[in-house]
């Protein structure tokens, strides 16, 4: 294993029983052999643990406790990881059986963030694929980058620091638009890497997401005196409410093919 870099893989999961399987088997059945795999549990109270220990051999680390939330379980993953390059697999997800292959080719040391097309899976199986940005100037406008792809070097995390526990919703996007700014190098991978299910917090847009949304963009200096795209995005949630995203997959599902 000398020869090939250590790749960490941290999964976070909270009453995961239905889905948390597949999602470790994607894992432990990559073609890629020398990877470190973390699962930090938070305090689920369904099947989930007993999933989870059926693999304990061939998990590095286990943590099941309360935490302040998915970033704060994020976070004590990536300190926990040793792995020159970290994934973060959430627990209704699944890799492709090369993911971490296709990464490691592109490796190399230093502040490097890669990332790559996504599929996602609606609530029918009807899936669609988002191709990985072309243009991460984009950014400043919102979360571009398909996170459940994205693989960040270990020196990323170590220079710039992890997850901003002062967001609830979006610090994944808060995390990218730091390493953006500070002239993370993107490294795009012209393969589908991860398989997304699409629900929970990720299919909910909120006036509390739309505000966070632009406190991100304040504080990362992107904006000028007015958040224009606040006043934008304030604007069509008024006209569409709860169909917002909905509308938004509509779009996604129209433009990408399968």
């Keep these: ?53 059926k ?29 020159d390059i970290i994934g973060l697999l959430n627990s209704d997800d699944y890799y492709e059986s090369d993911s971490i292959e296709n990464i490691v080719k592109h490796y190399k040391p230093g502040l490097n963030i890669y990332y790559g097309a996504l599929r996602s899976i609606d609530e029918n199986d009807v899936t669609f694929i988002t191709p990985a940005t072309d243009n991460v100037s ?11 792809t994205m693989f960040v070097n270990q020196e990323v ?12 919703i979006a610090a994944d996007w808060d995390f990218t638009l730091r390493c953006y700014k500070r002239e993370v ?8 890497l991860c398989n997304f299910r699409i629900g929970g917090a990720s299919g909910i847009i909120t006036k509390k997401y739309l505000k966070e ?27 569409f409410g709860k169909y917002l995203y909905k ?3 509509i779009k996604k599902k129209l433009t990408n093919a399968n």
């Design 247 to 249: 509308l938004h997959l």
């Design 55 to 83: 693999y304990k051999d061939k998990i590095a680390h286990i943590v099941s406790e309360k935490d302040k939330g998915i970033y704060d379980a994020m976070n004590k993953g990536i300190s926990l990881a040793s792995g």
């Design 138 to 148: 984009k950014l400043a406008r919102g979360m571009v980058i398909n996170h459940p």
């Design 157 to 168: 995390y170590q220079k710039l620091g992890k997850f901003s526990l002062n967001y609830k």
């Design 213 to 239: 949304m632009s406190t991100i963009r304040k504080s990362n200096k992107v904006i000028g005196s007015i958040d224009f795209y606040y006043v934008y995005d304030s604007i069509r949630f008024f006209i």
């Design 185 to 192: 190098n993107f490294v795009k991978i012209y393969k589908v």
């Design 1 to 53: 294993m000398e020869n090939y870099p250590l790749i960490s893989i941290v999964t976070v999961v909270c009453n995961g029983e239905k889905t948390i399987e597949q999602t470790i088997n994607s894992v432990l059945n990559q073609s890629y052999p020398n990877i470190e795999y973390i699962i930090i549990d938070g305090d689920s109270n369904d099947g989930t643990m007993q999933i989870i220990s």
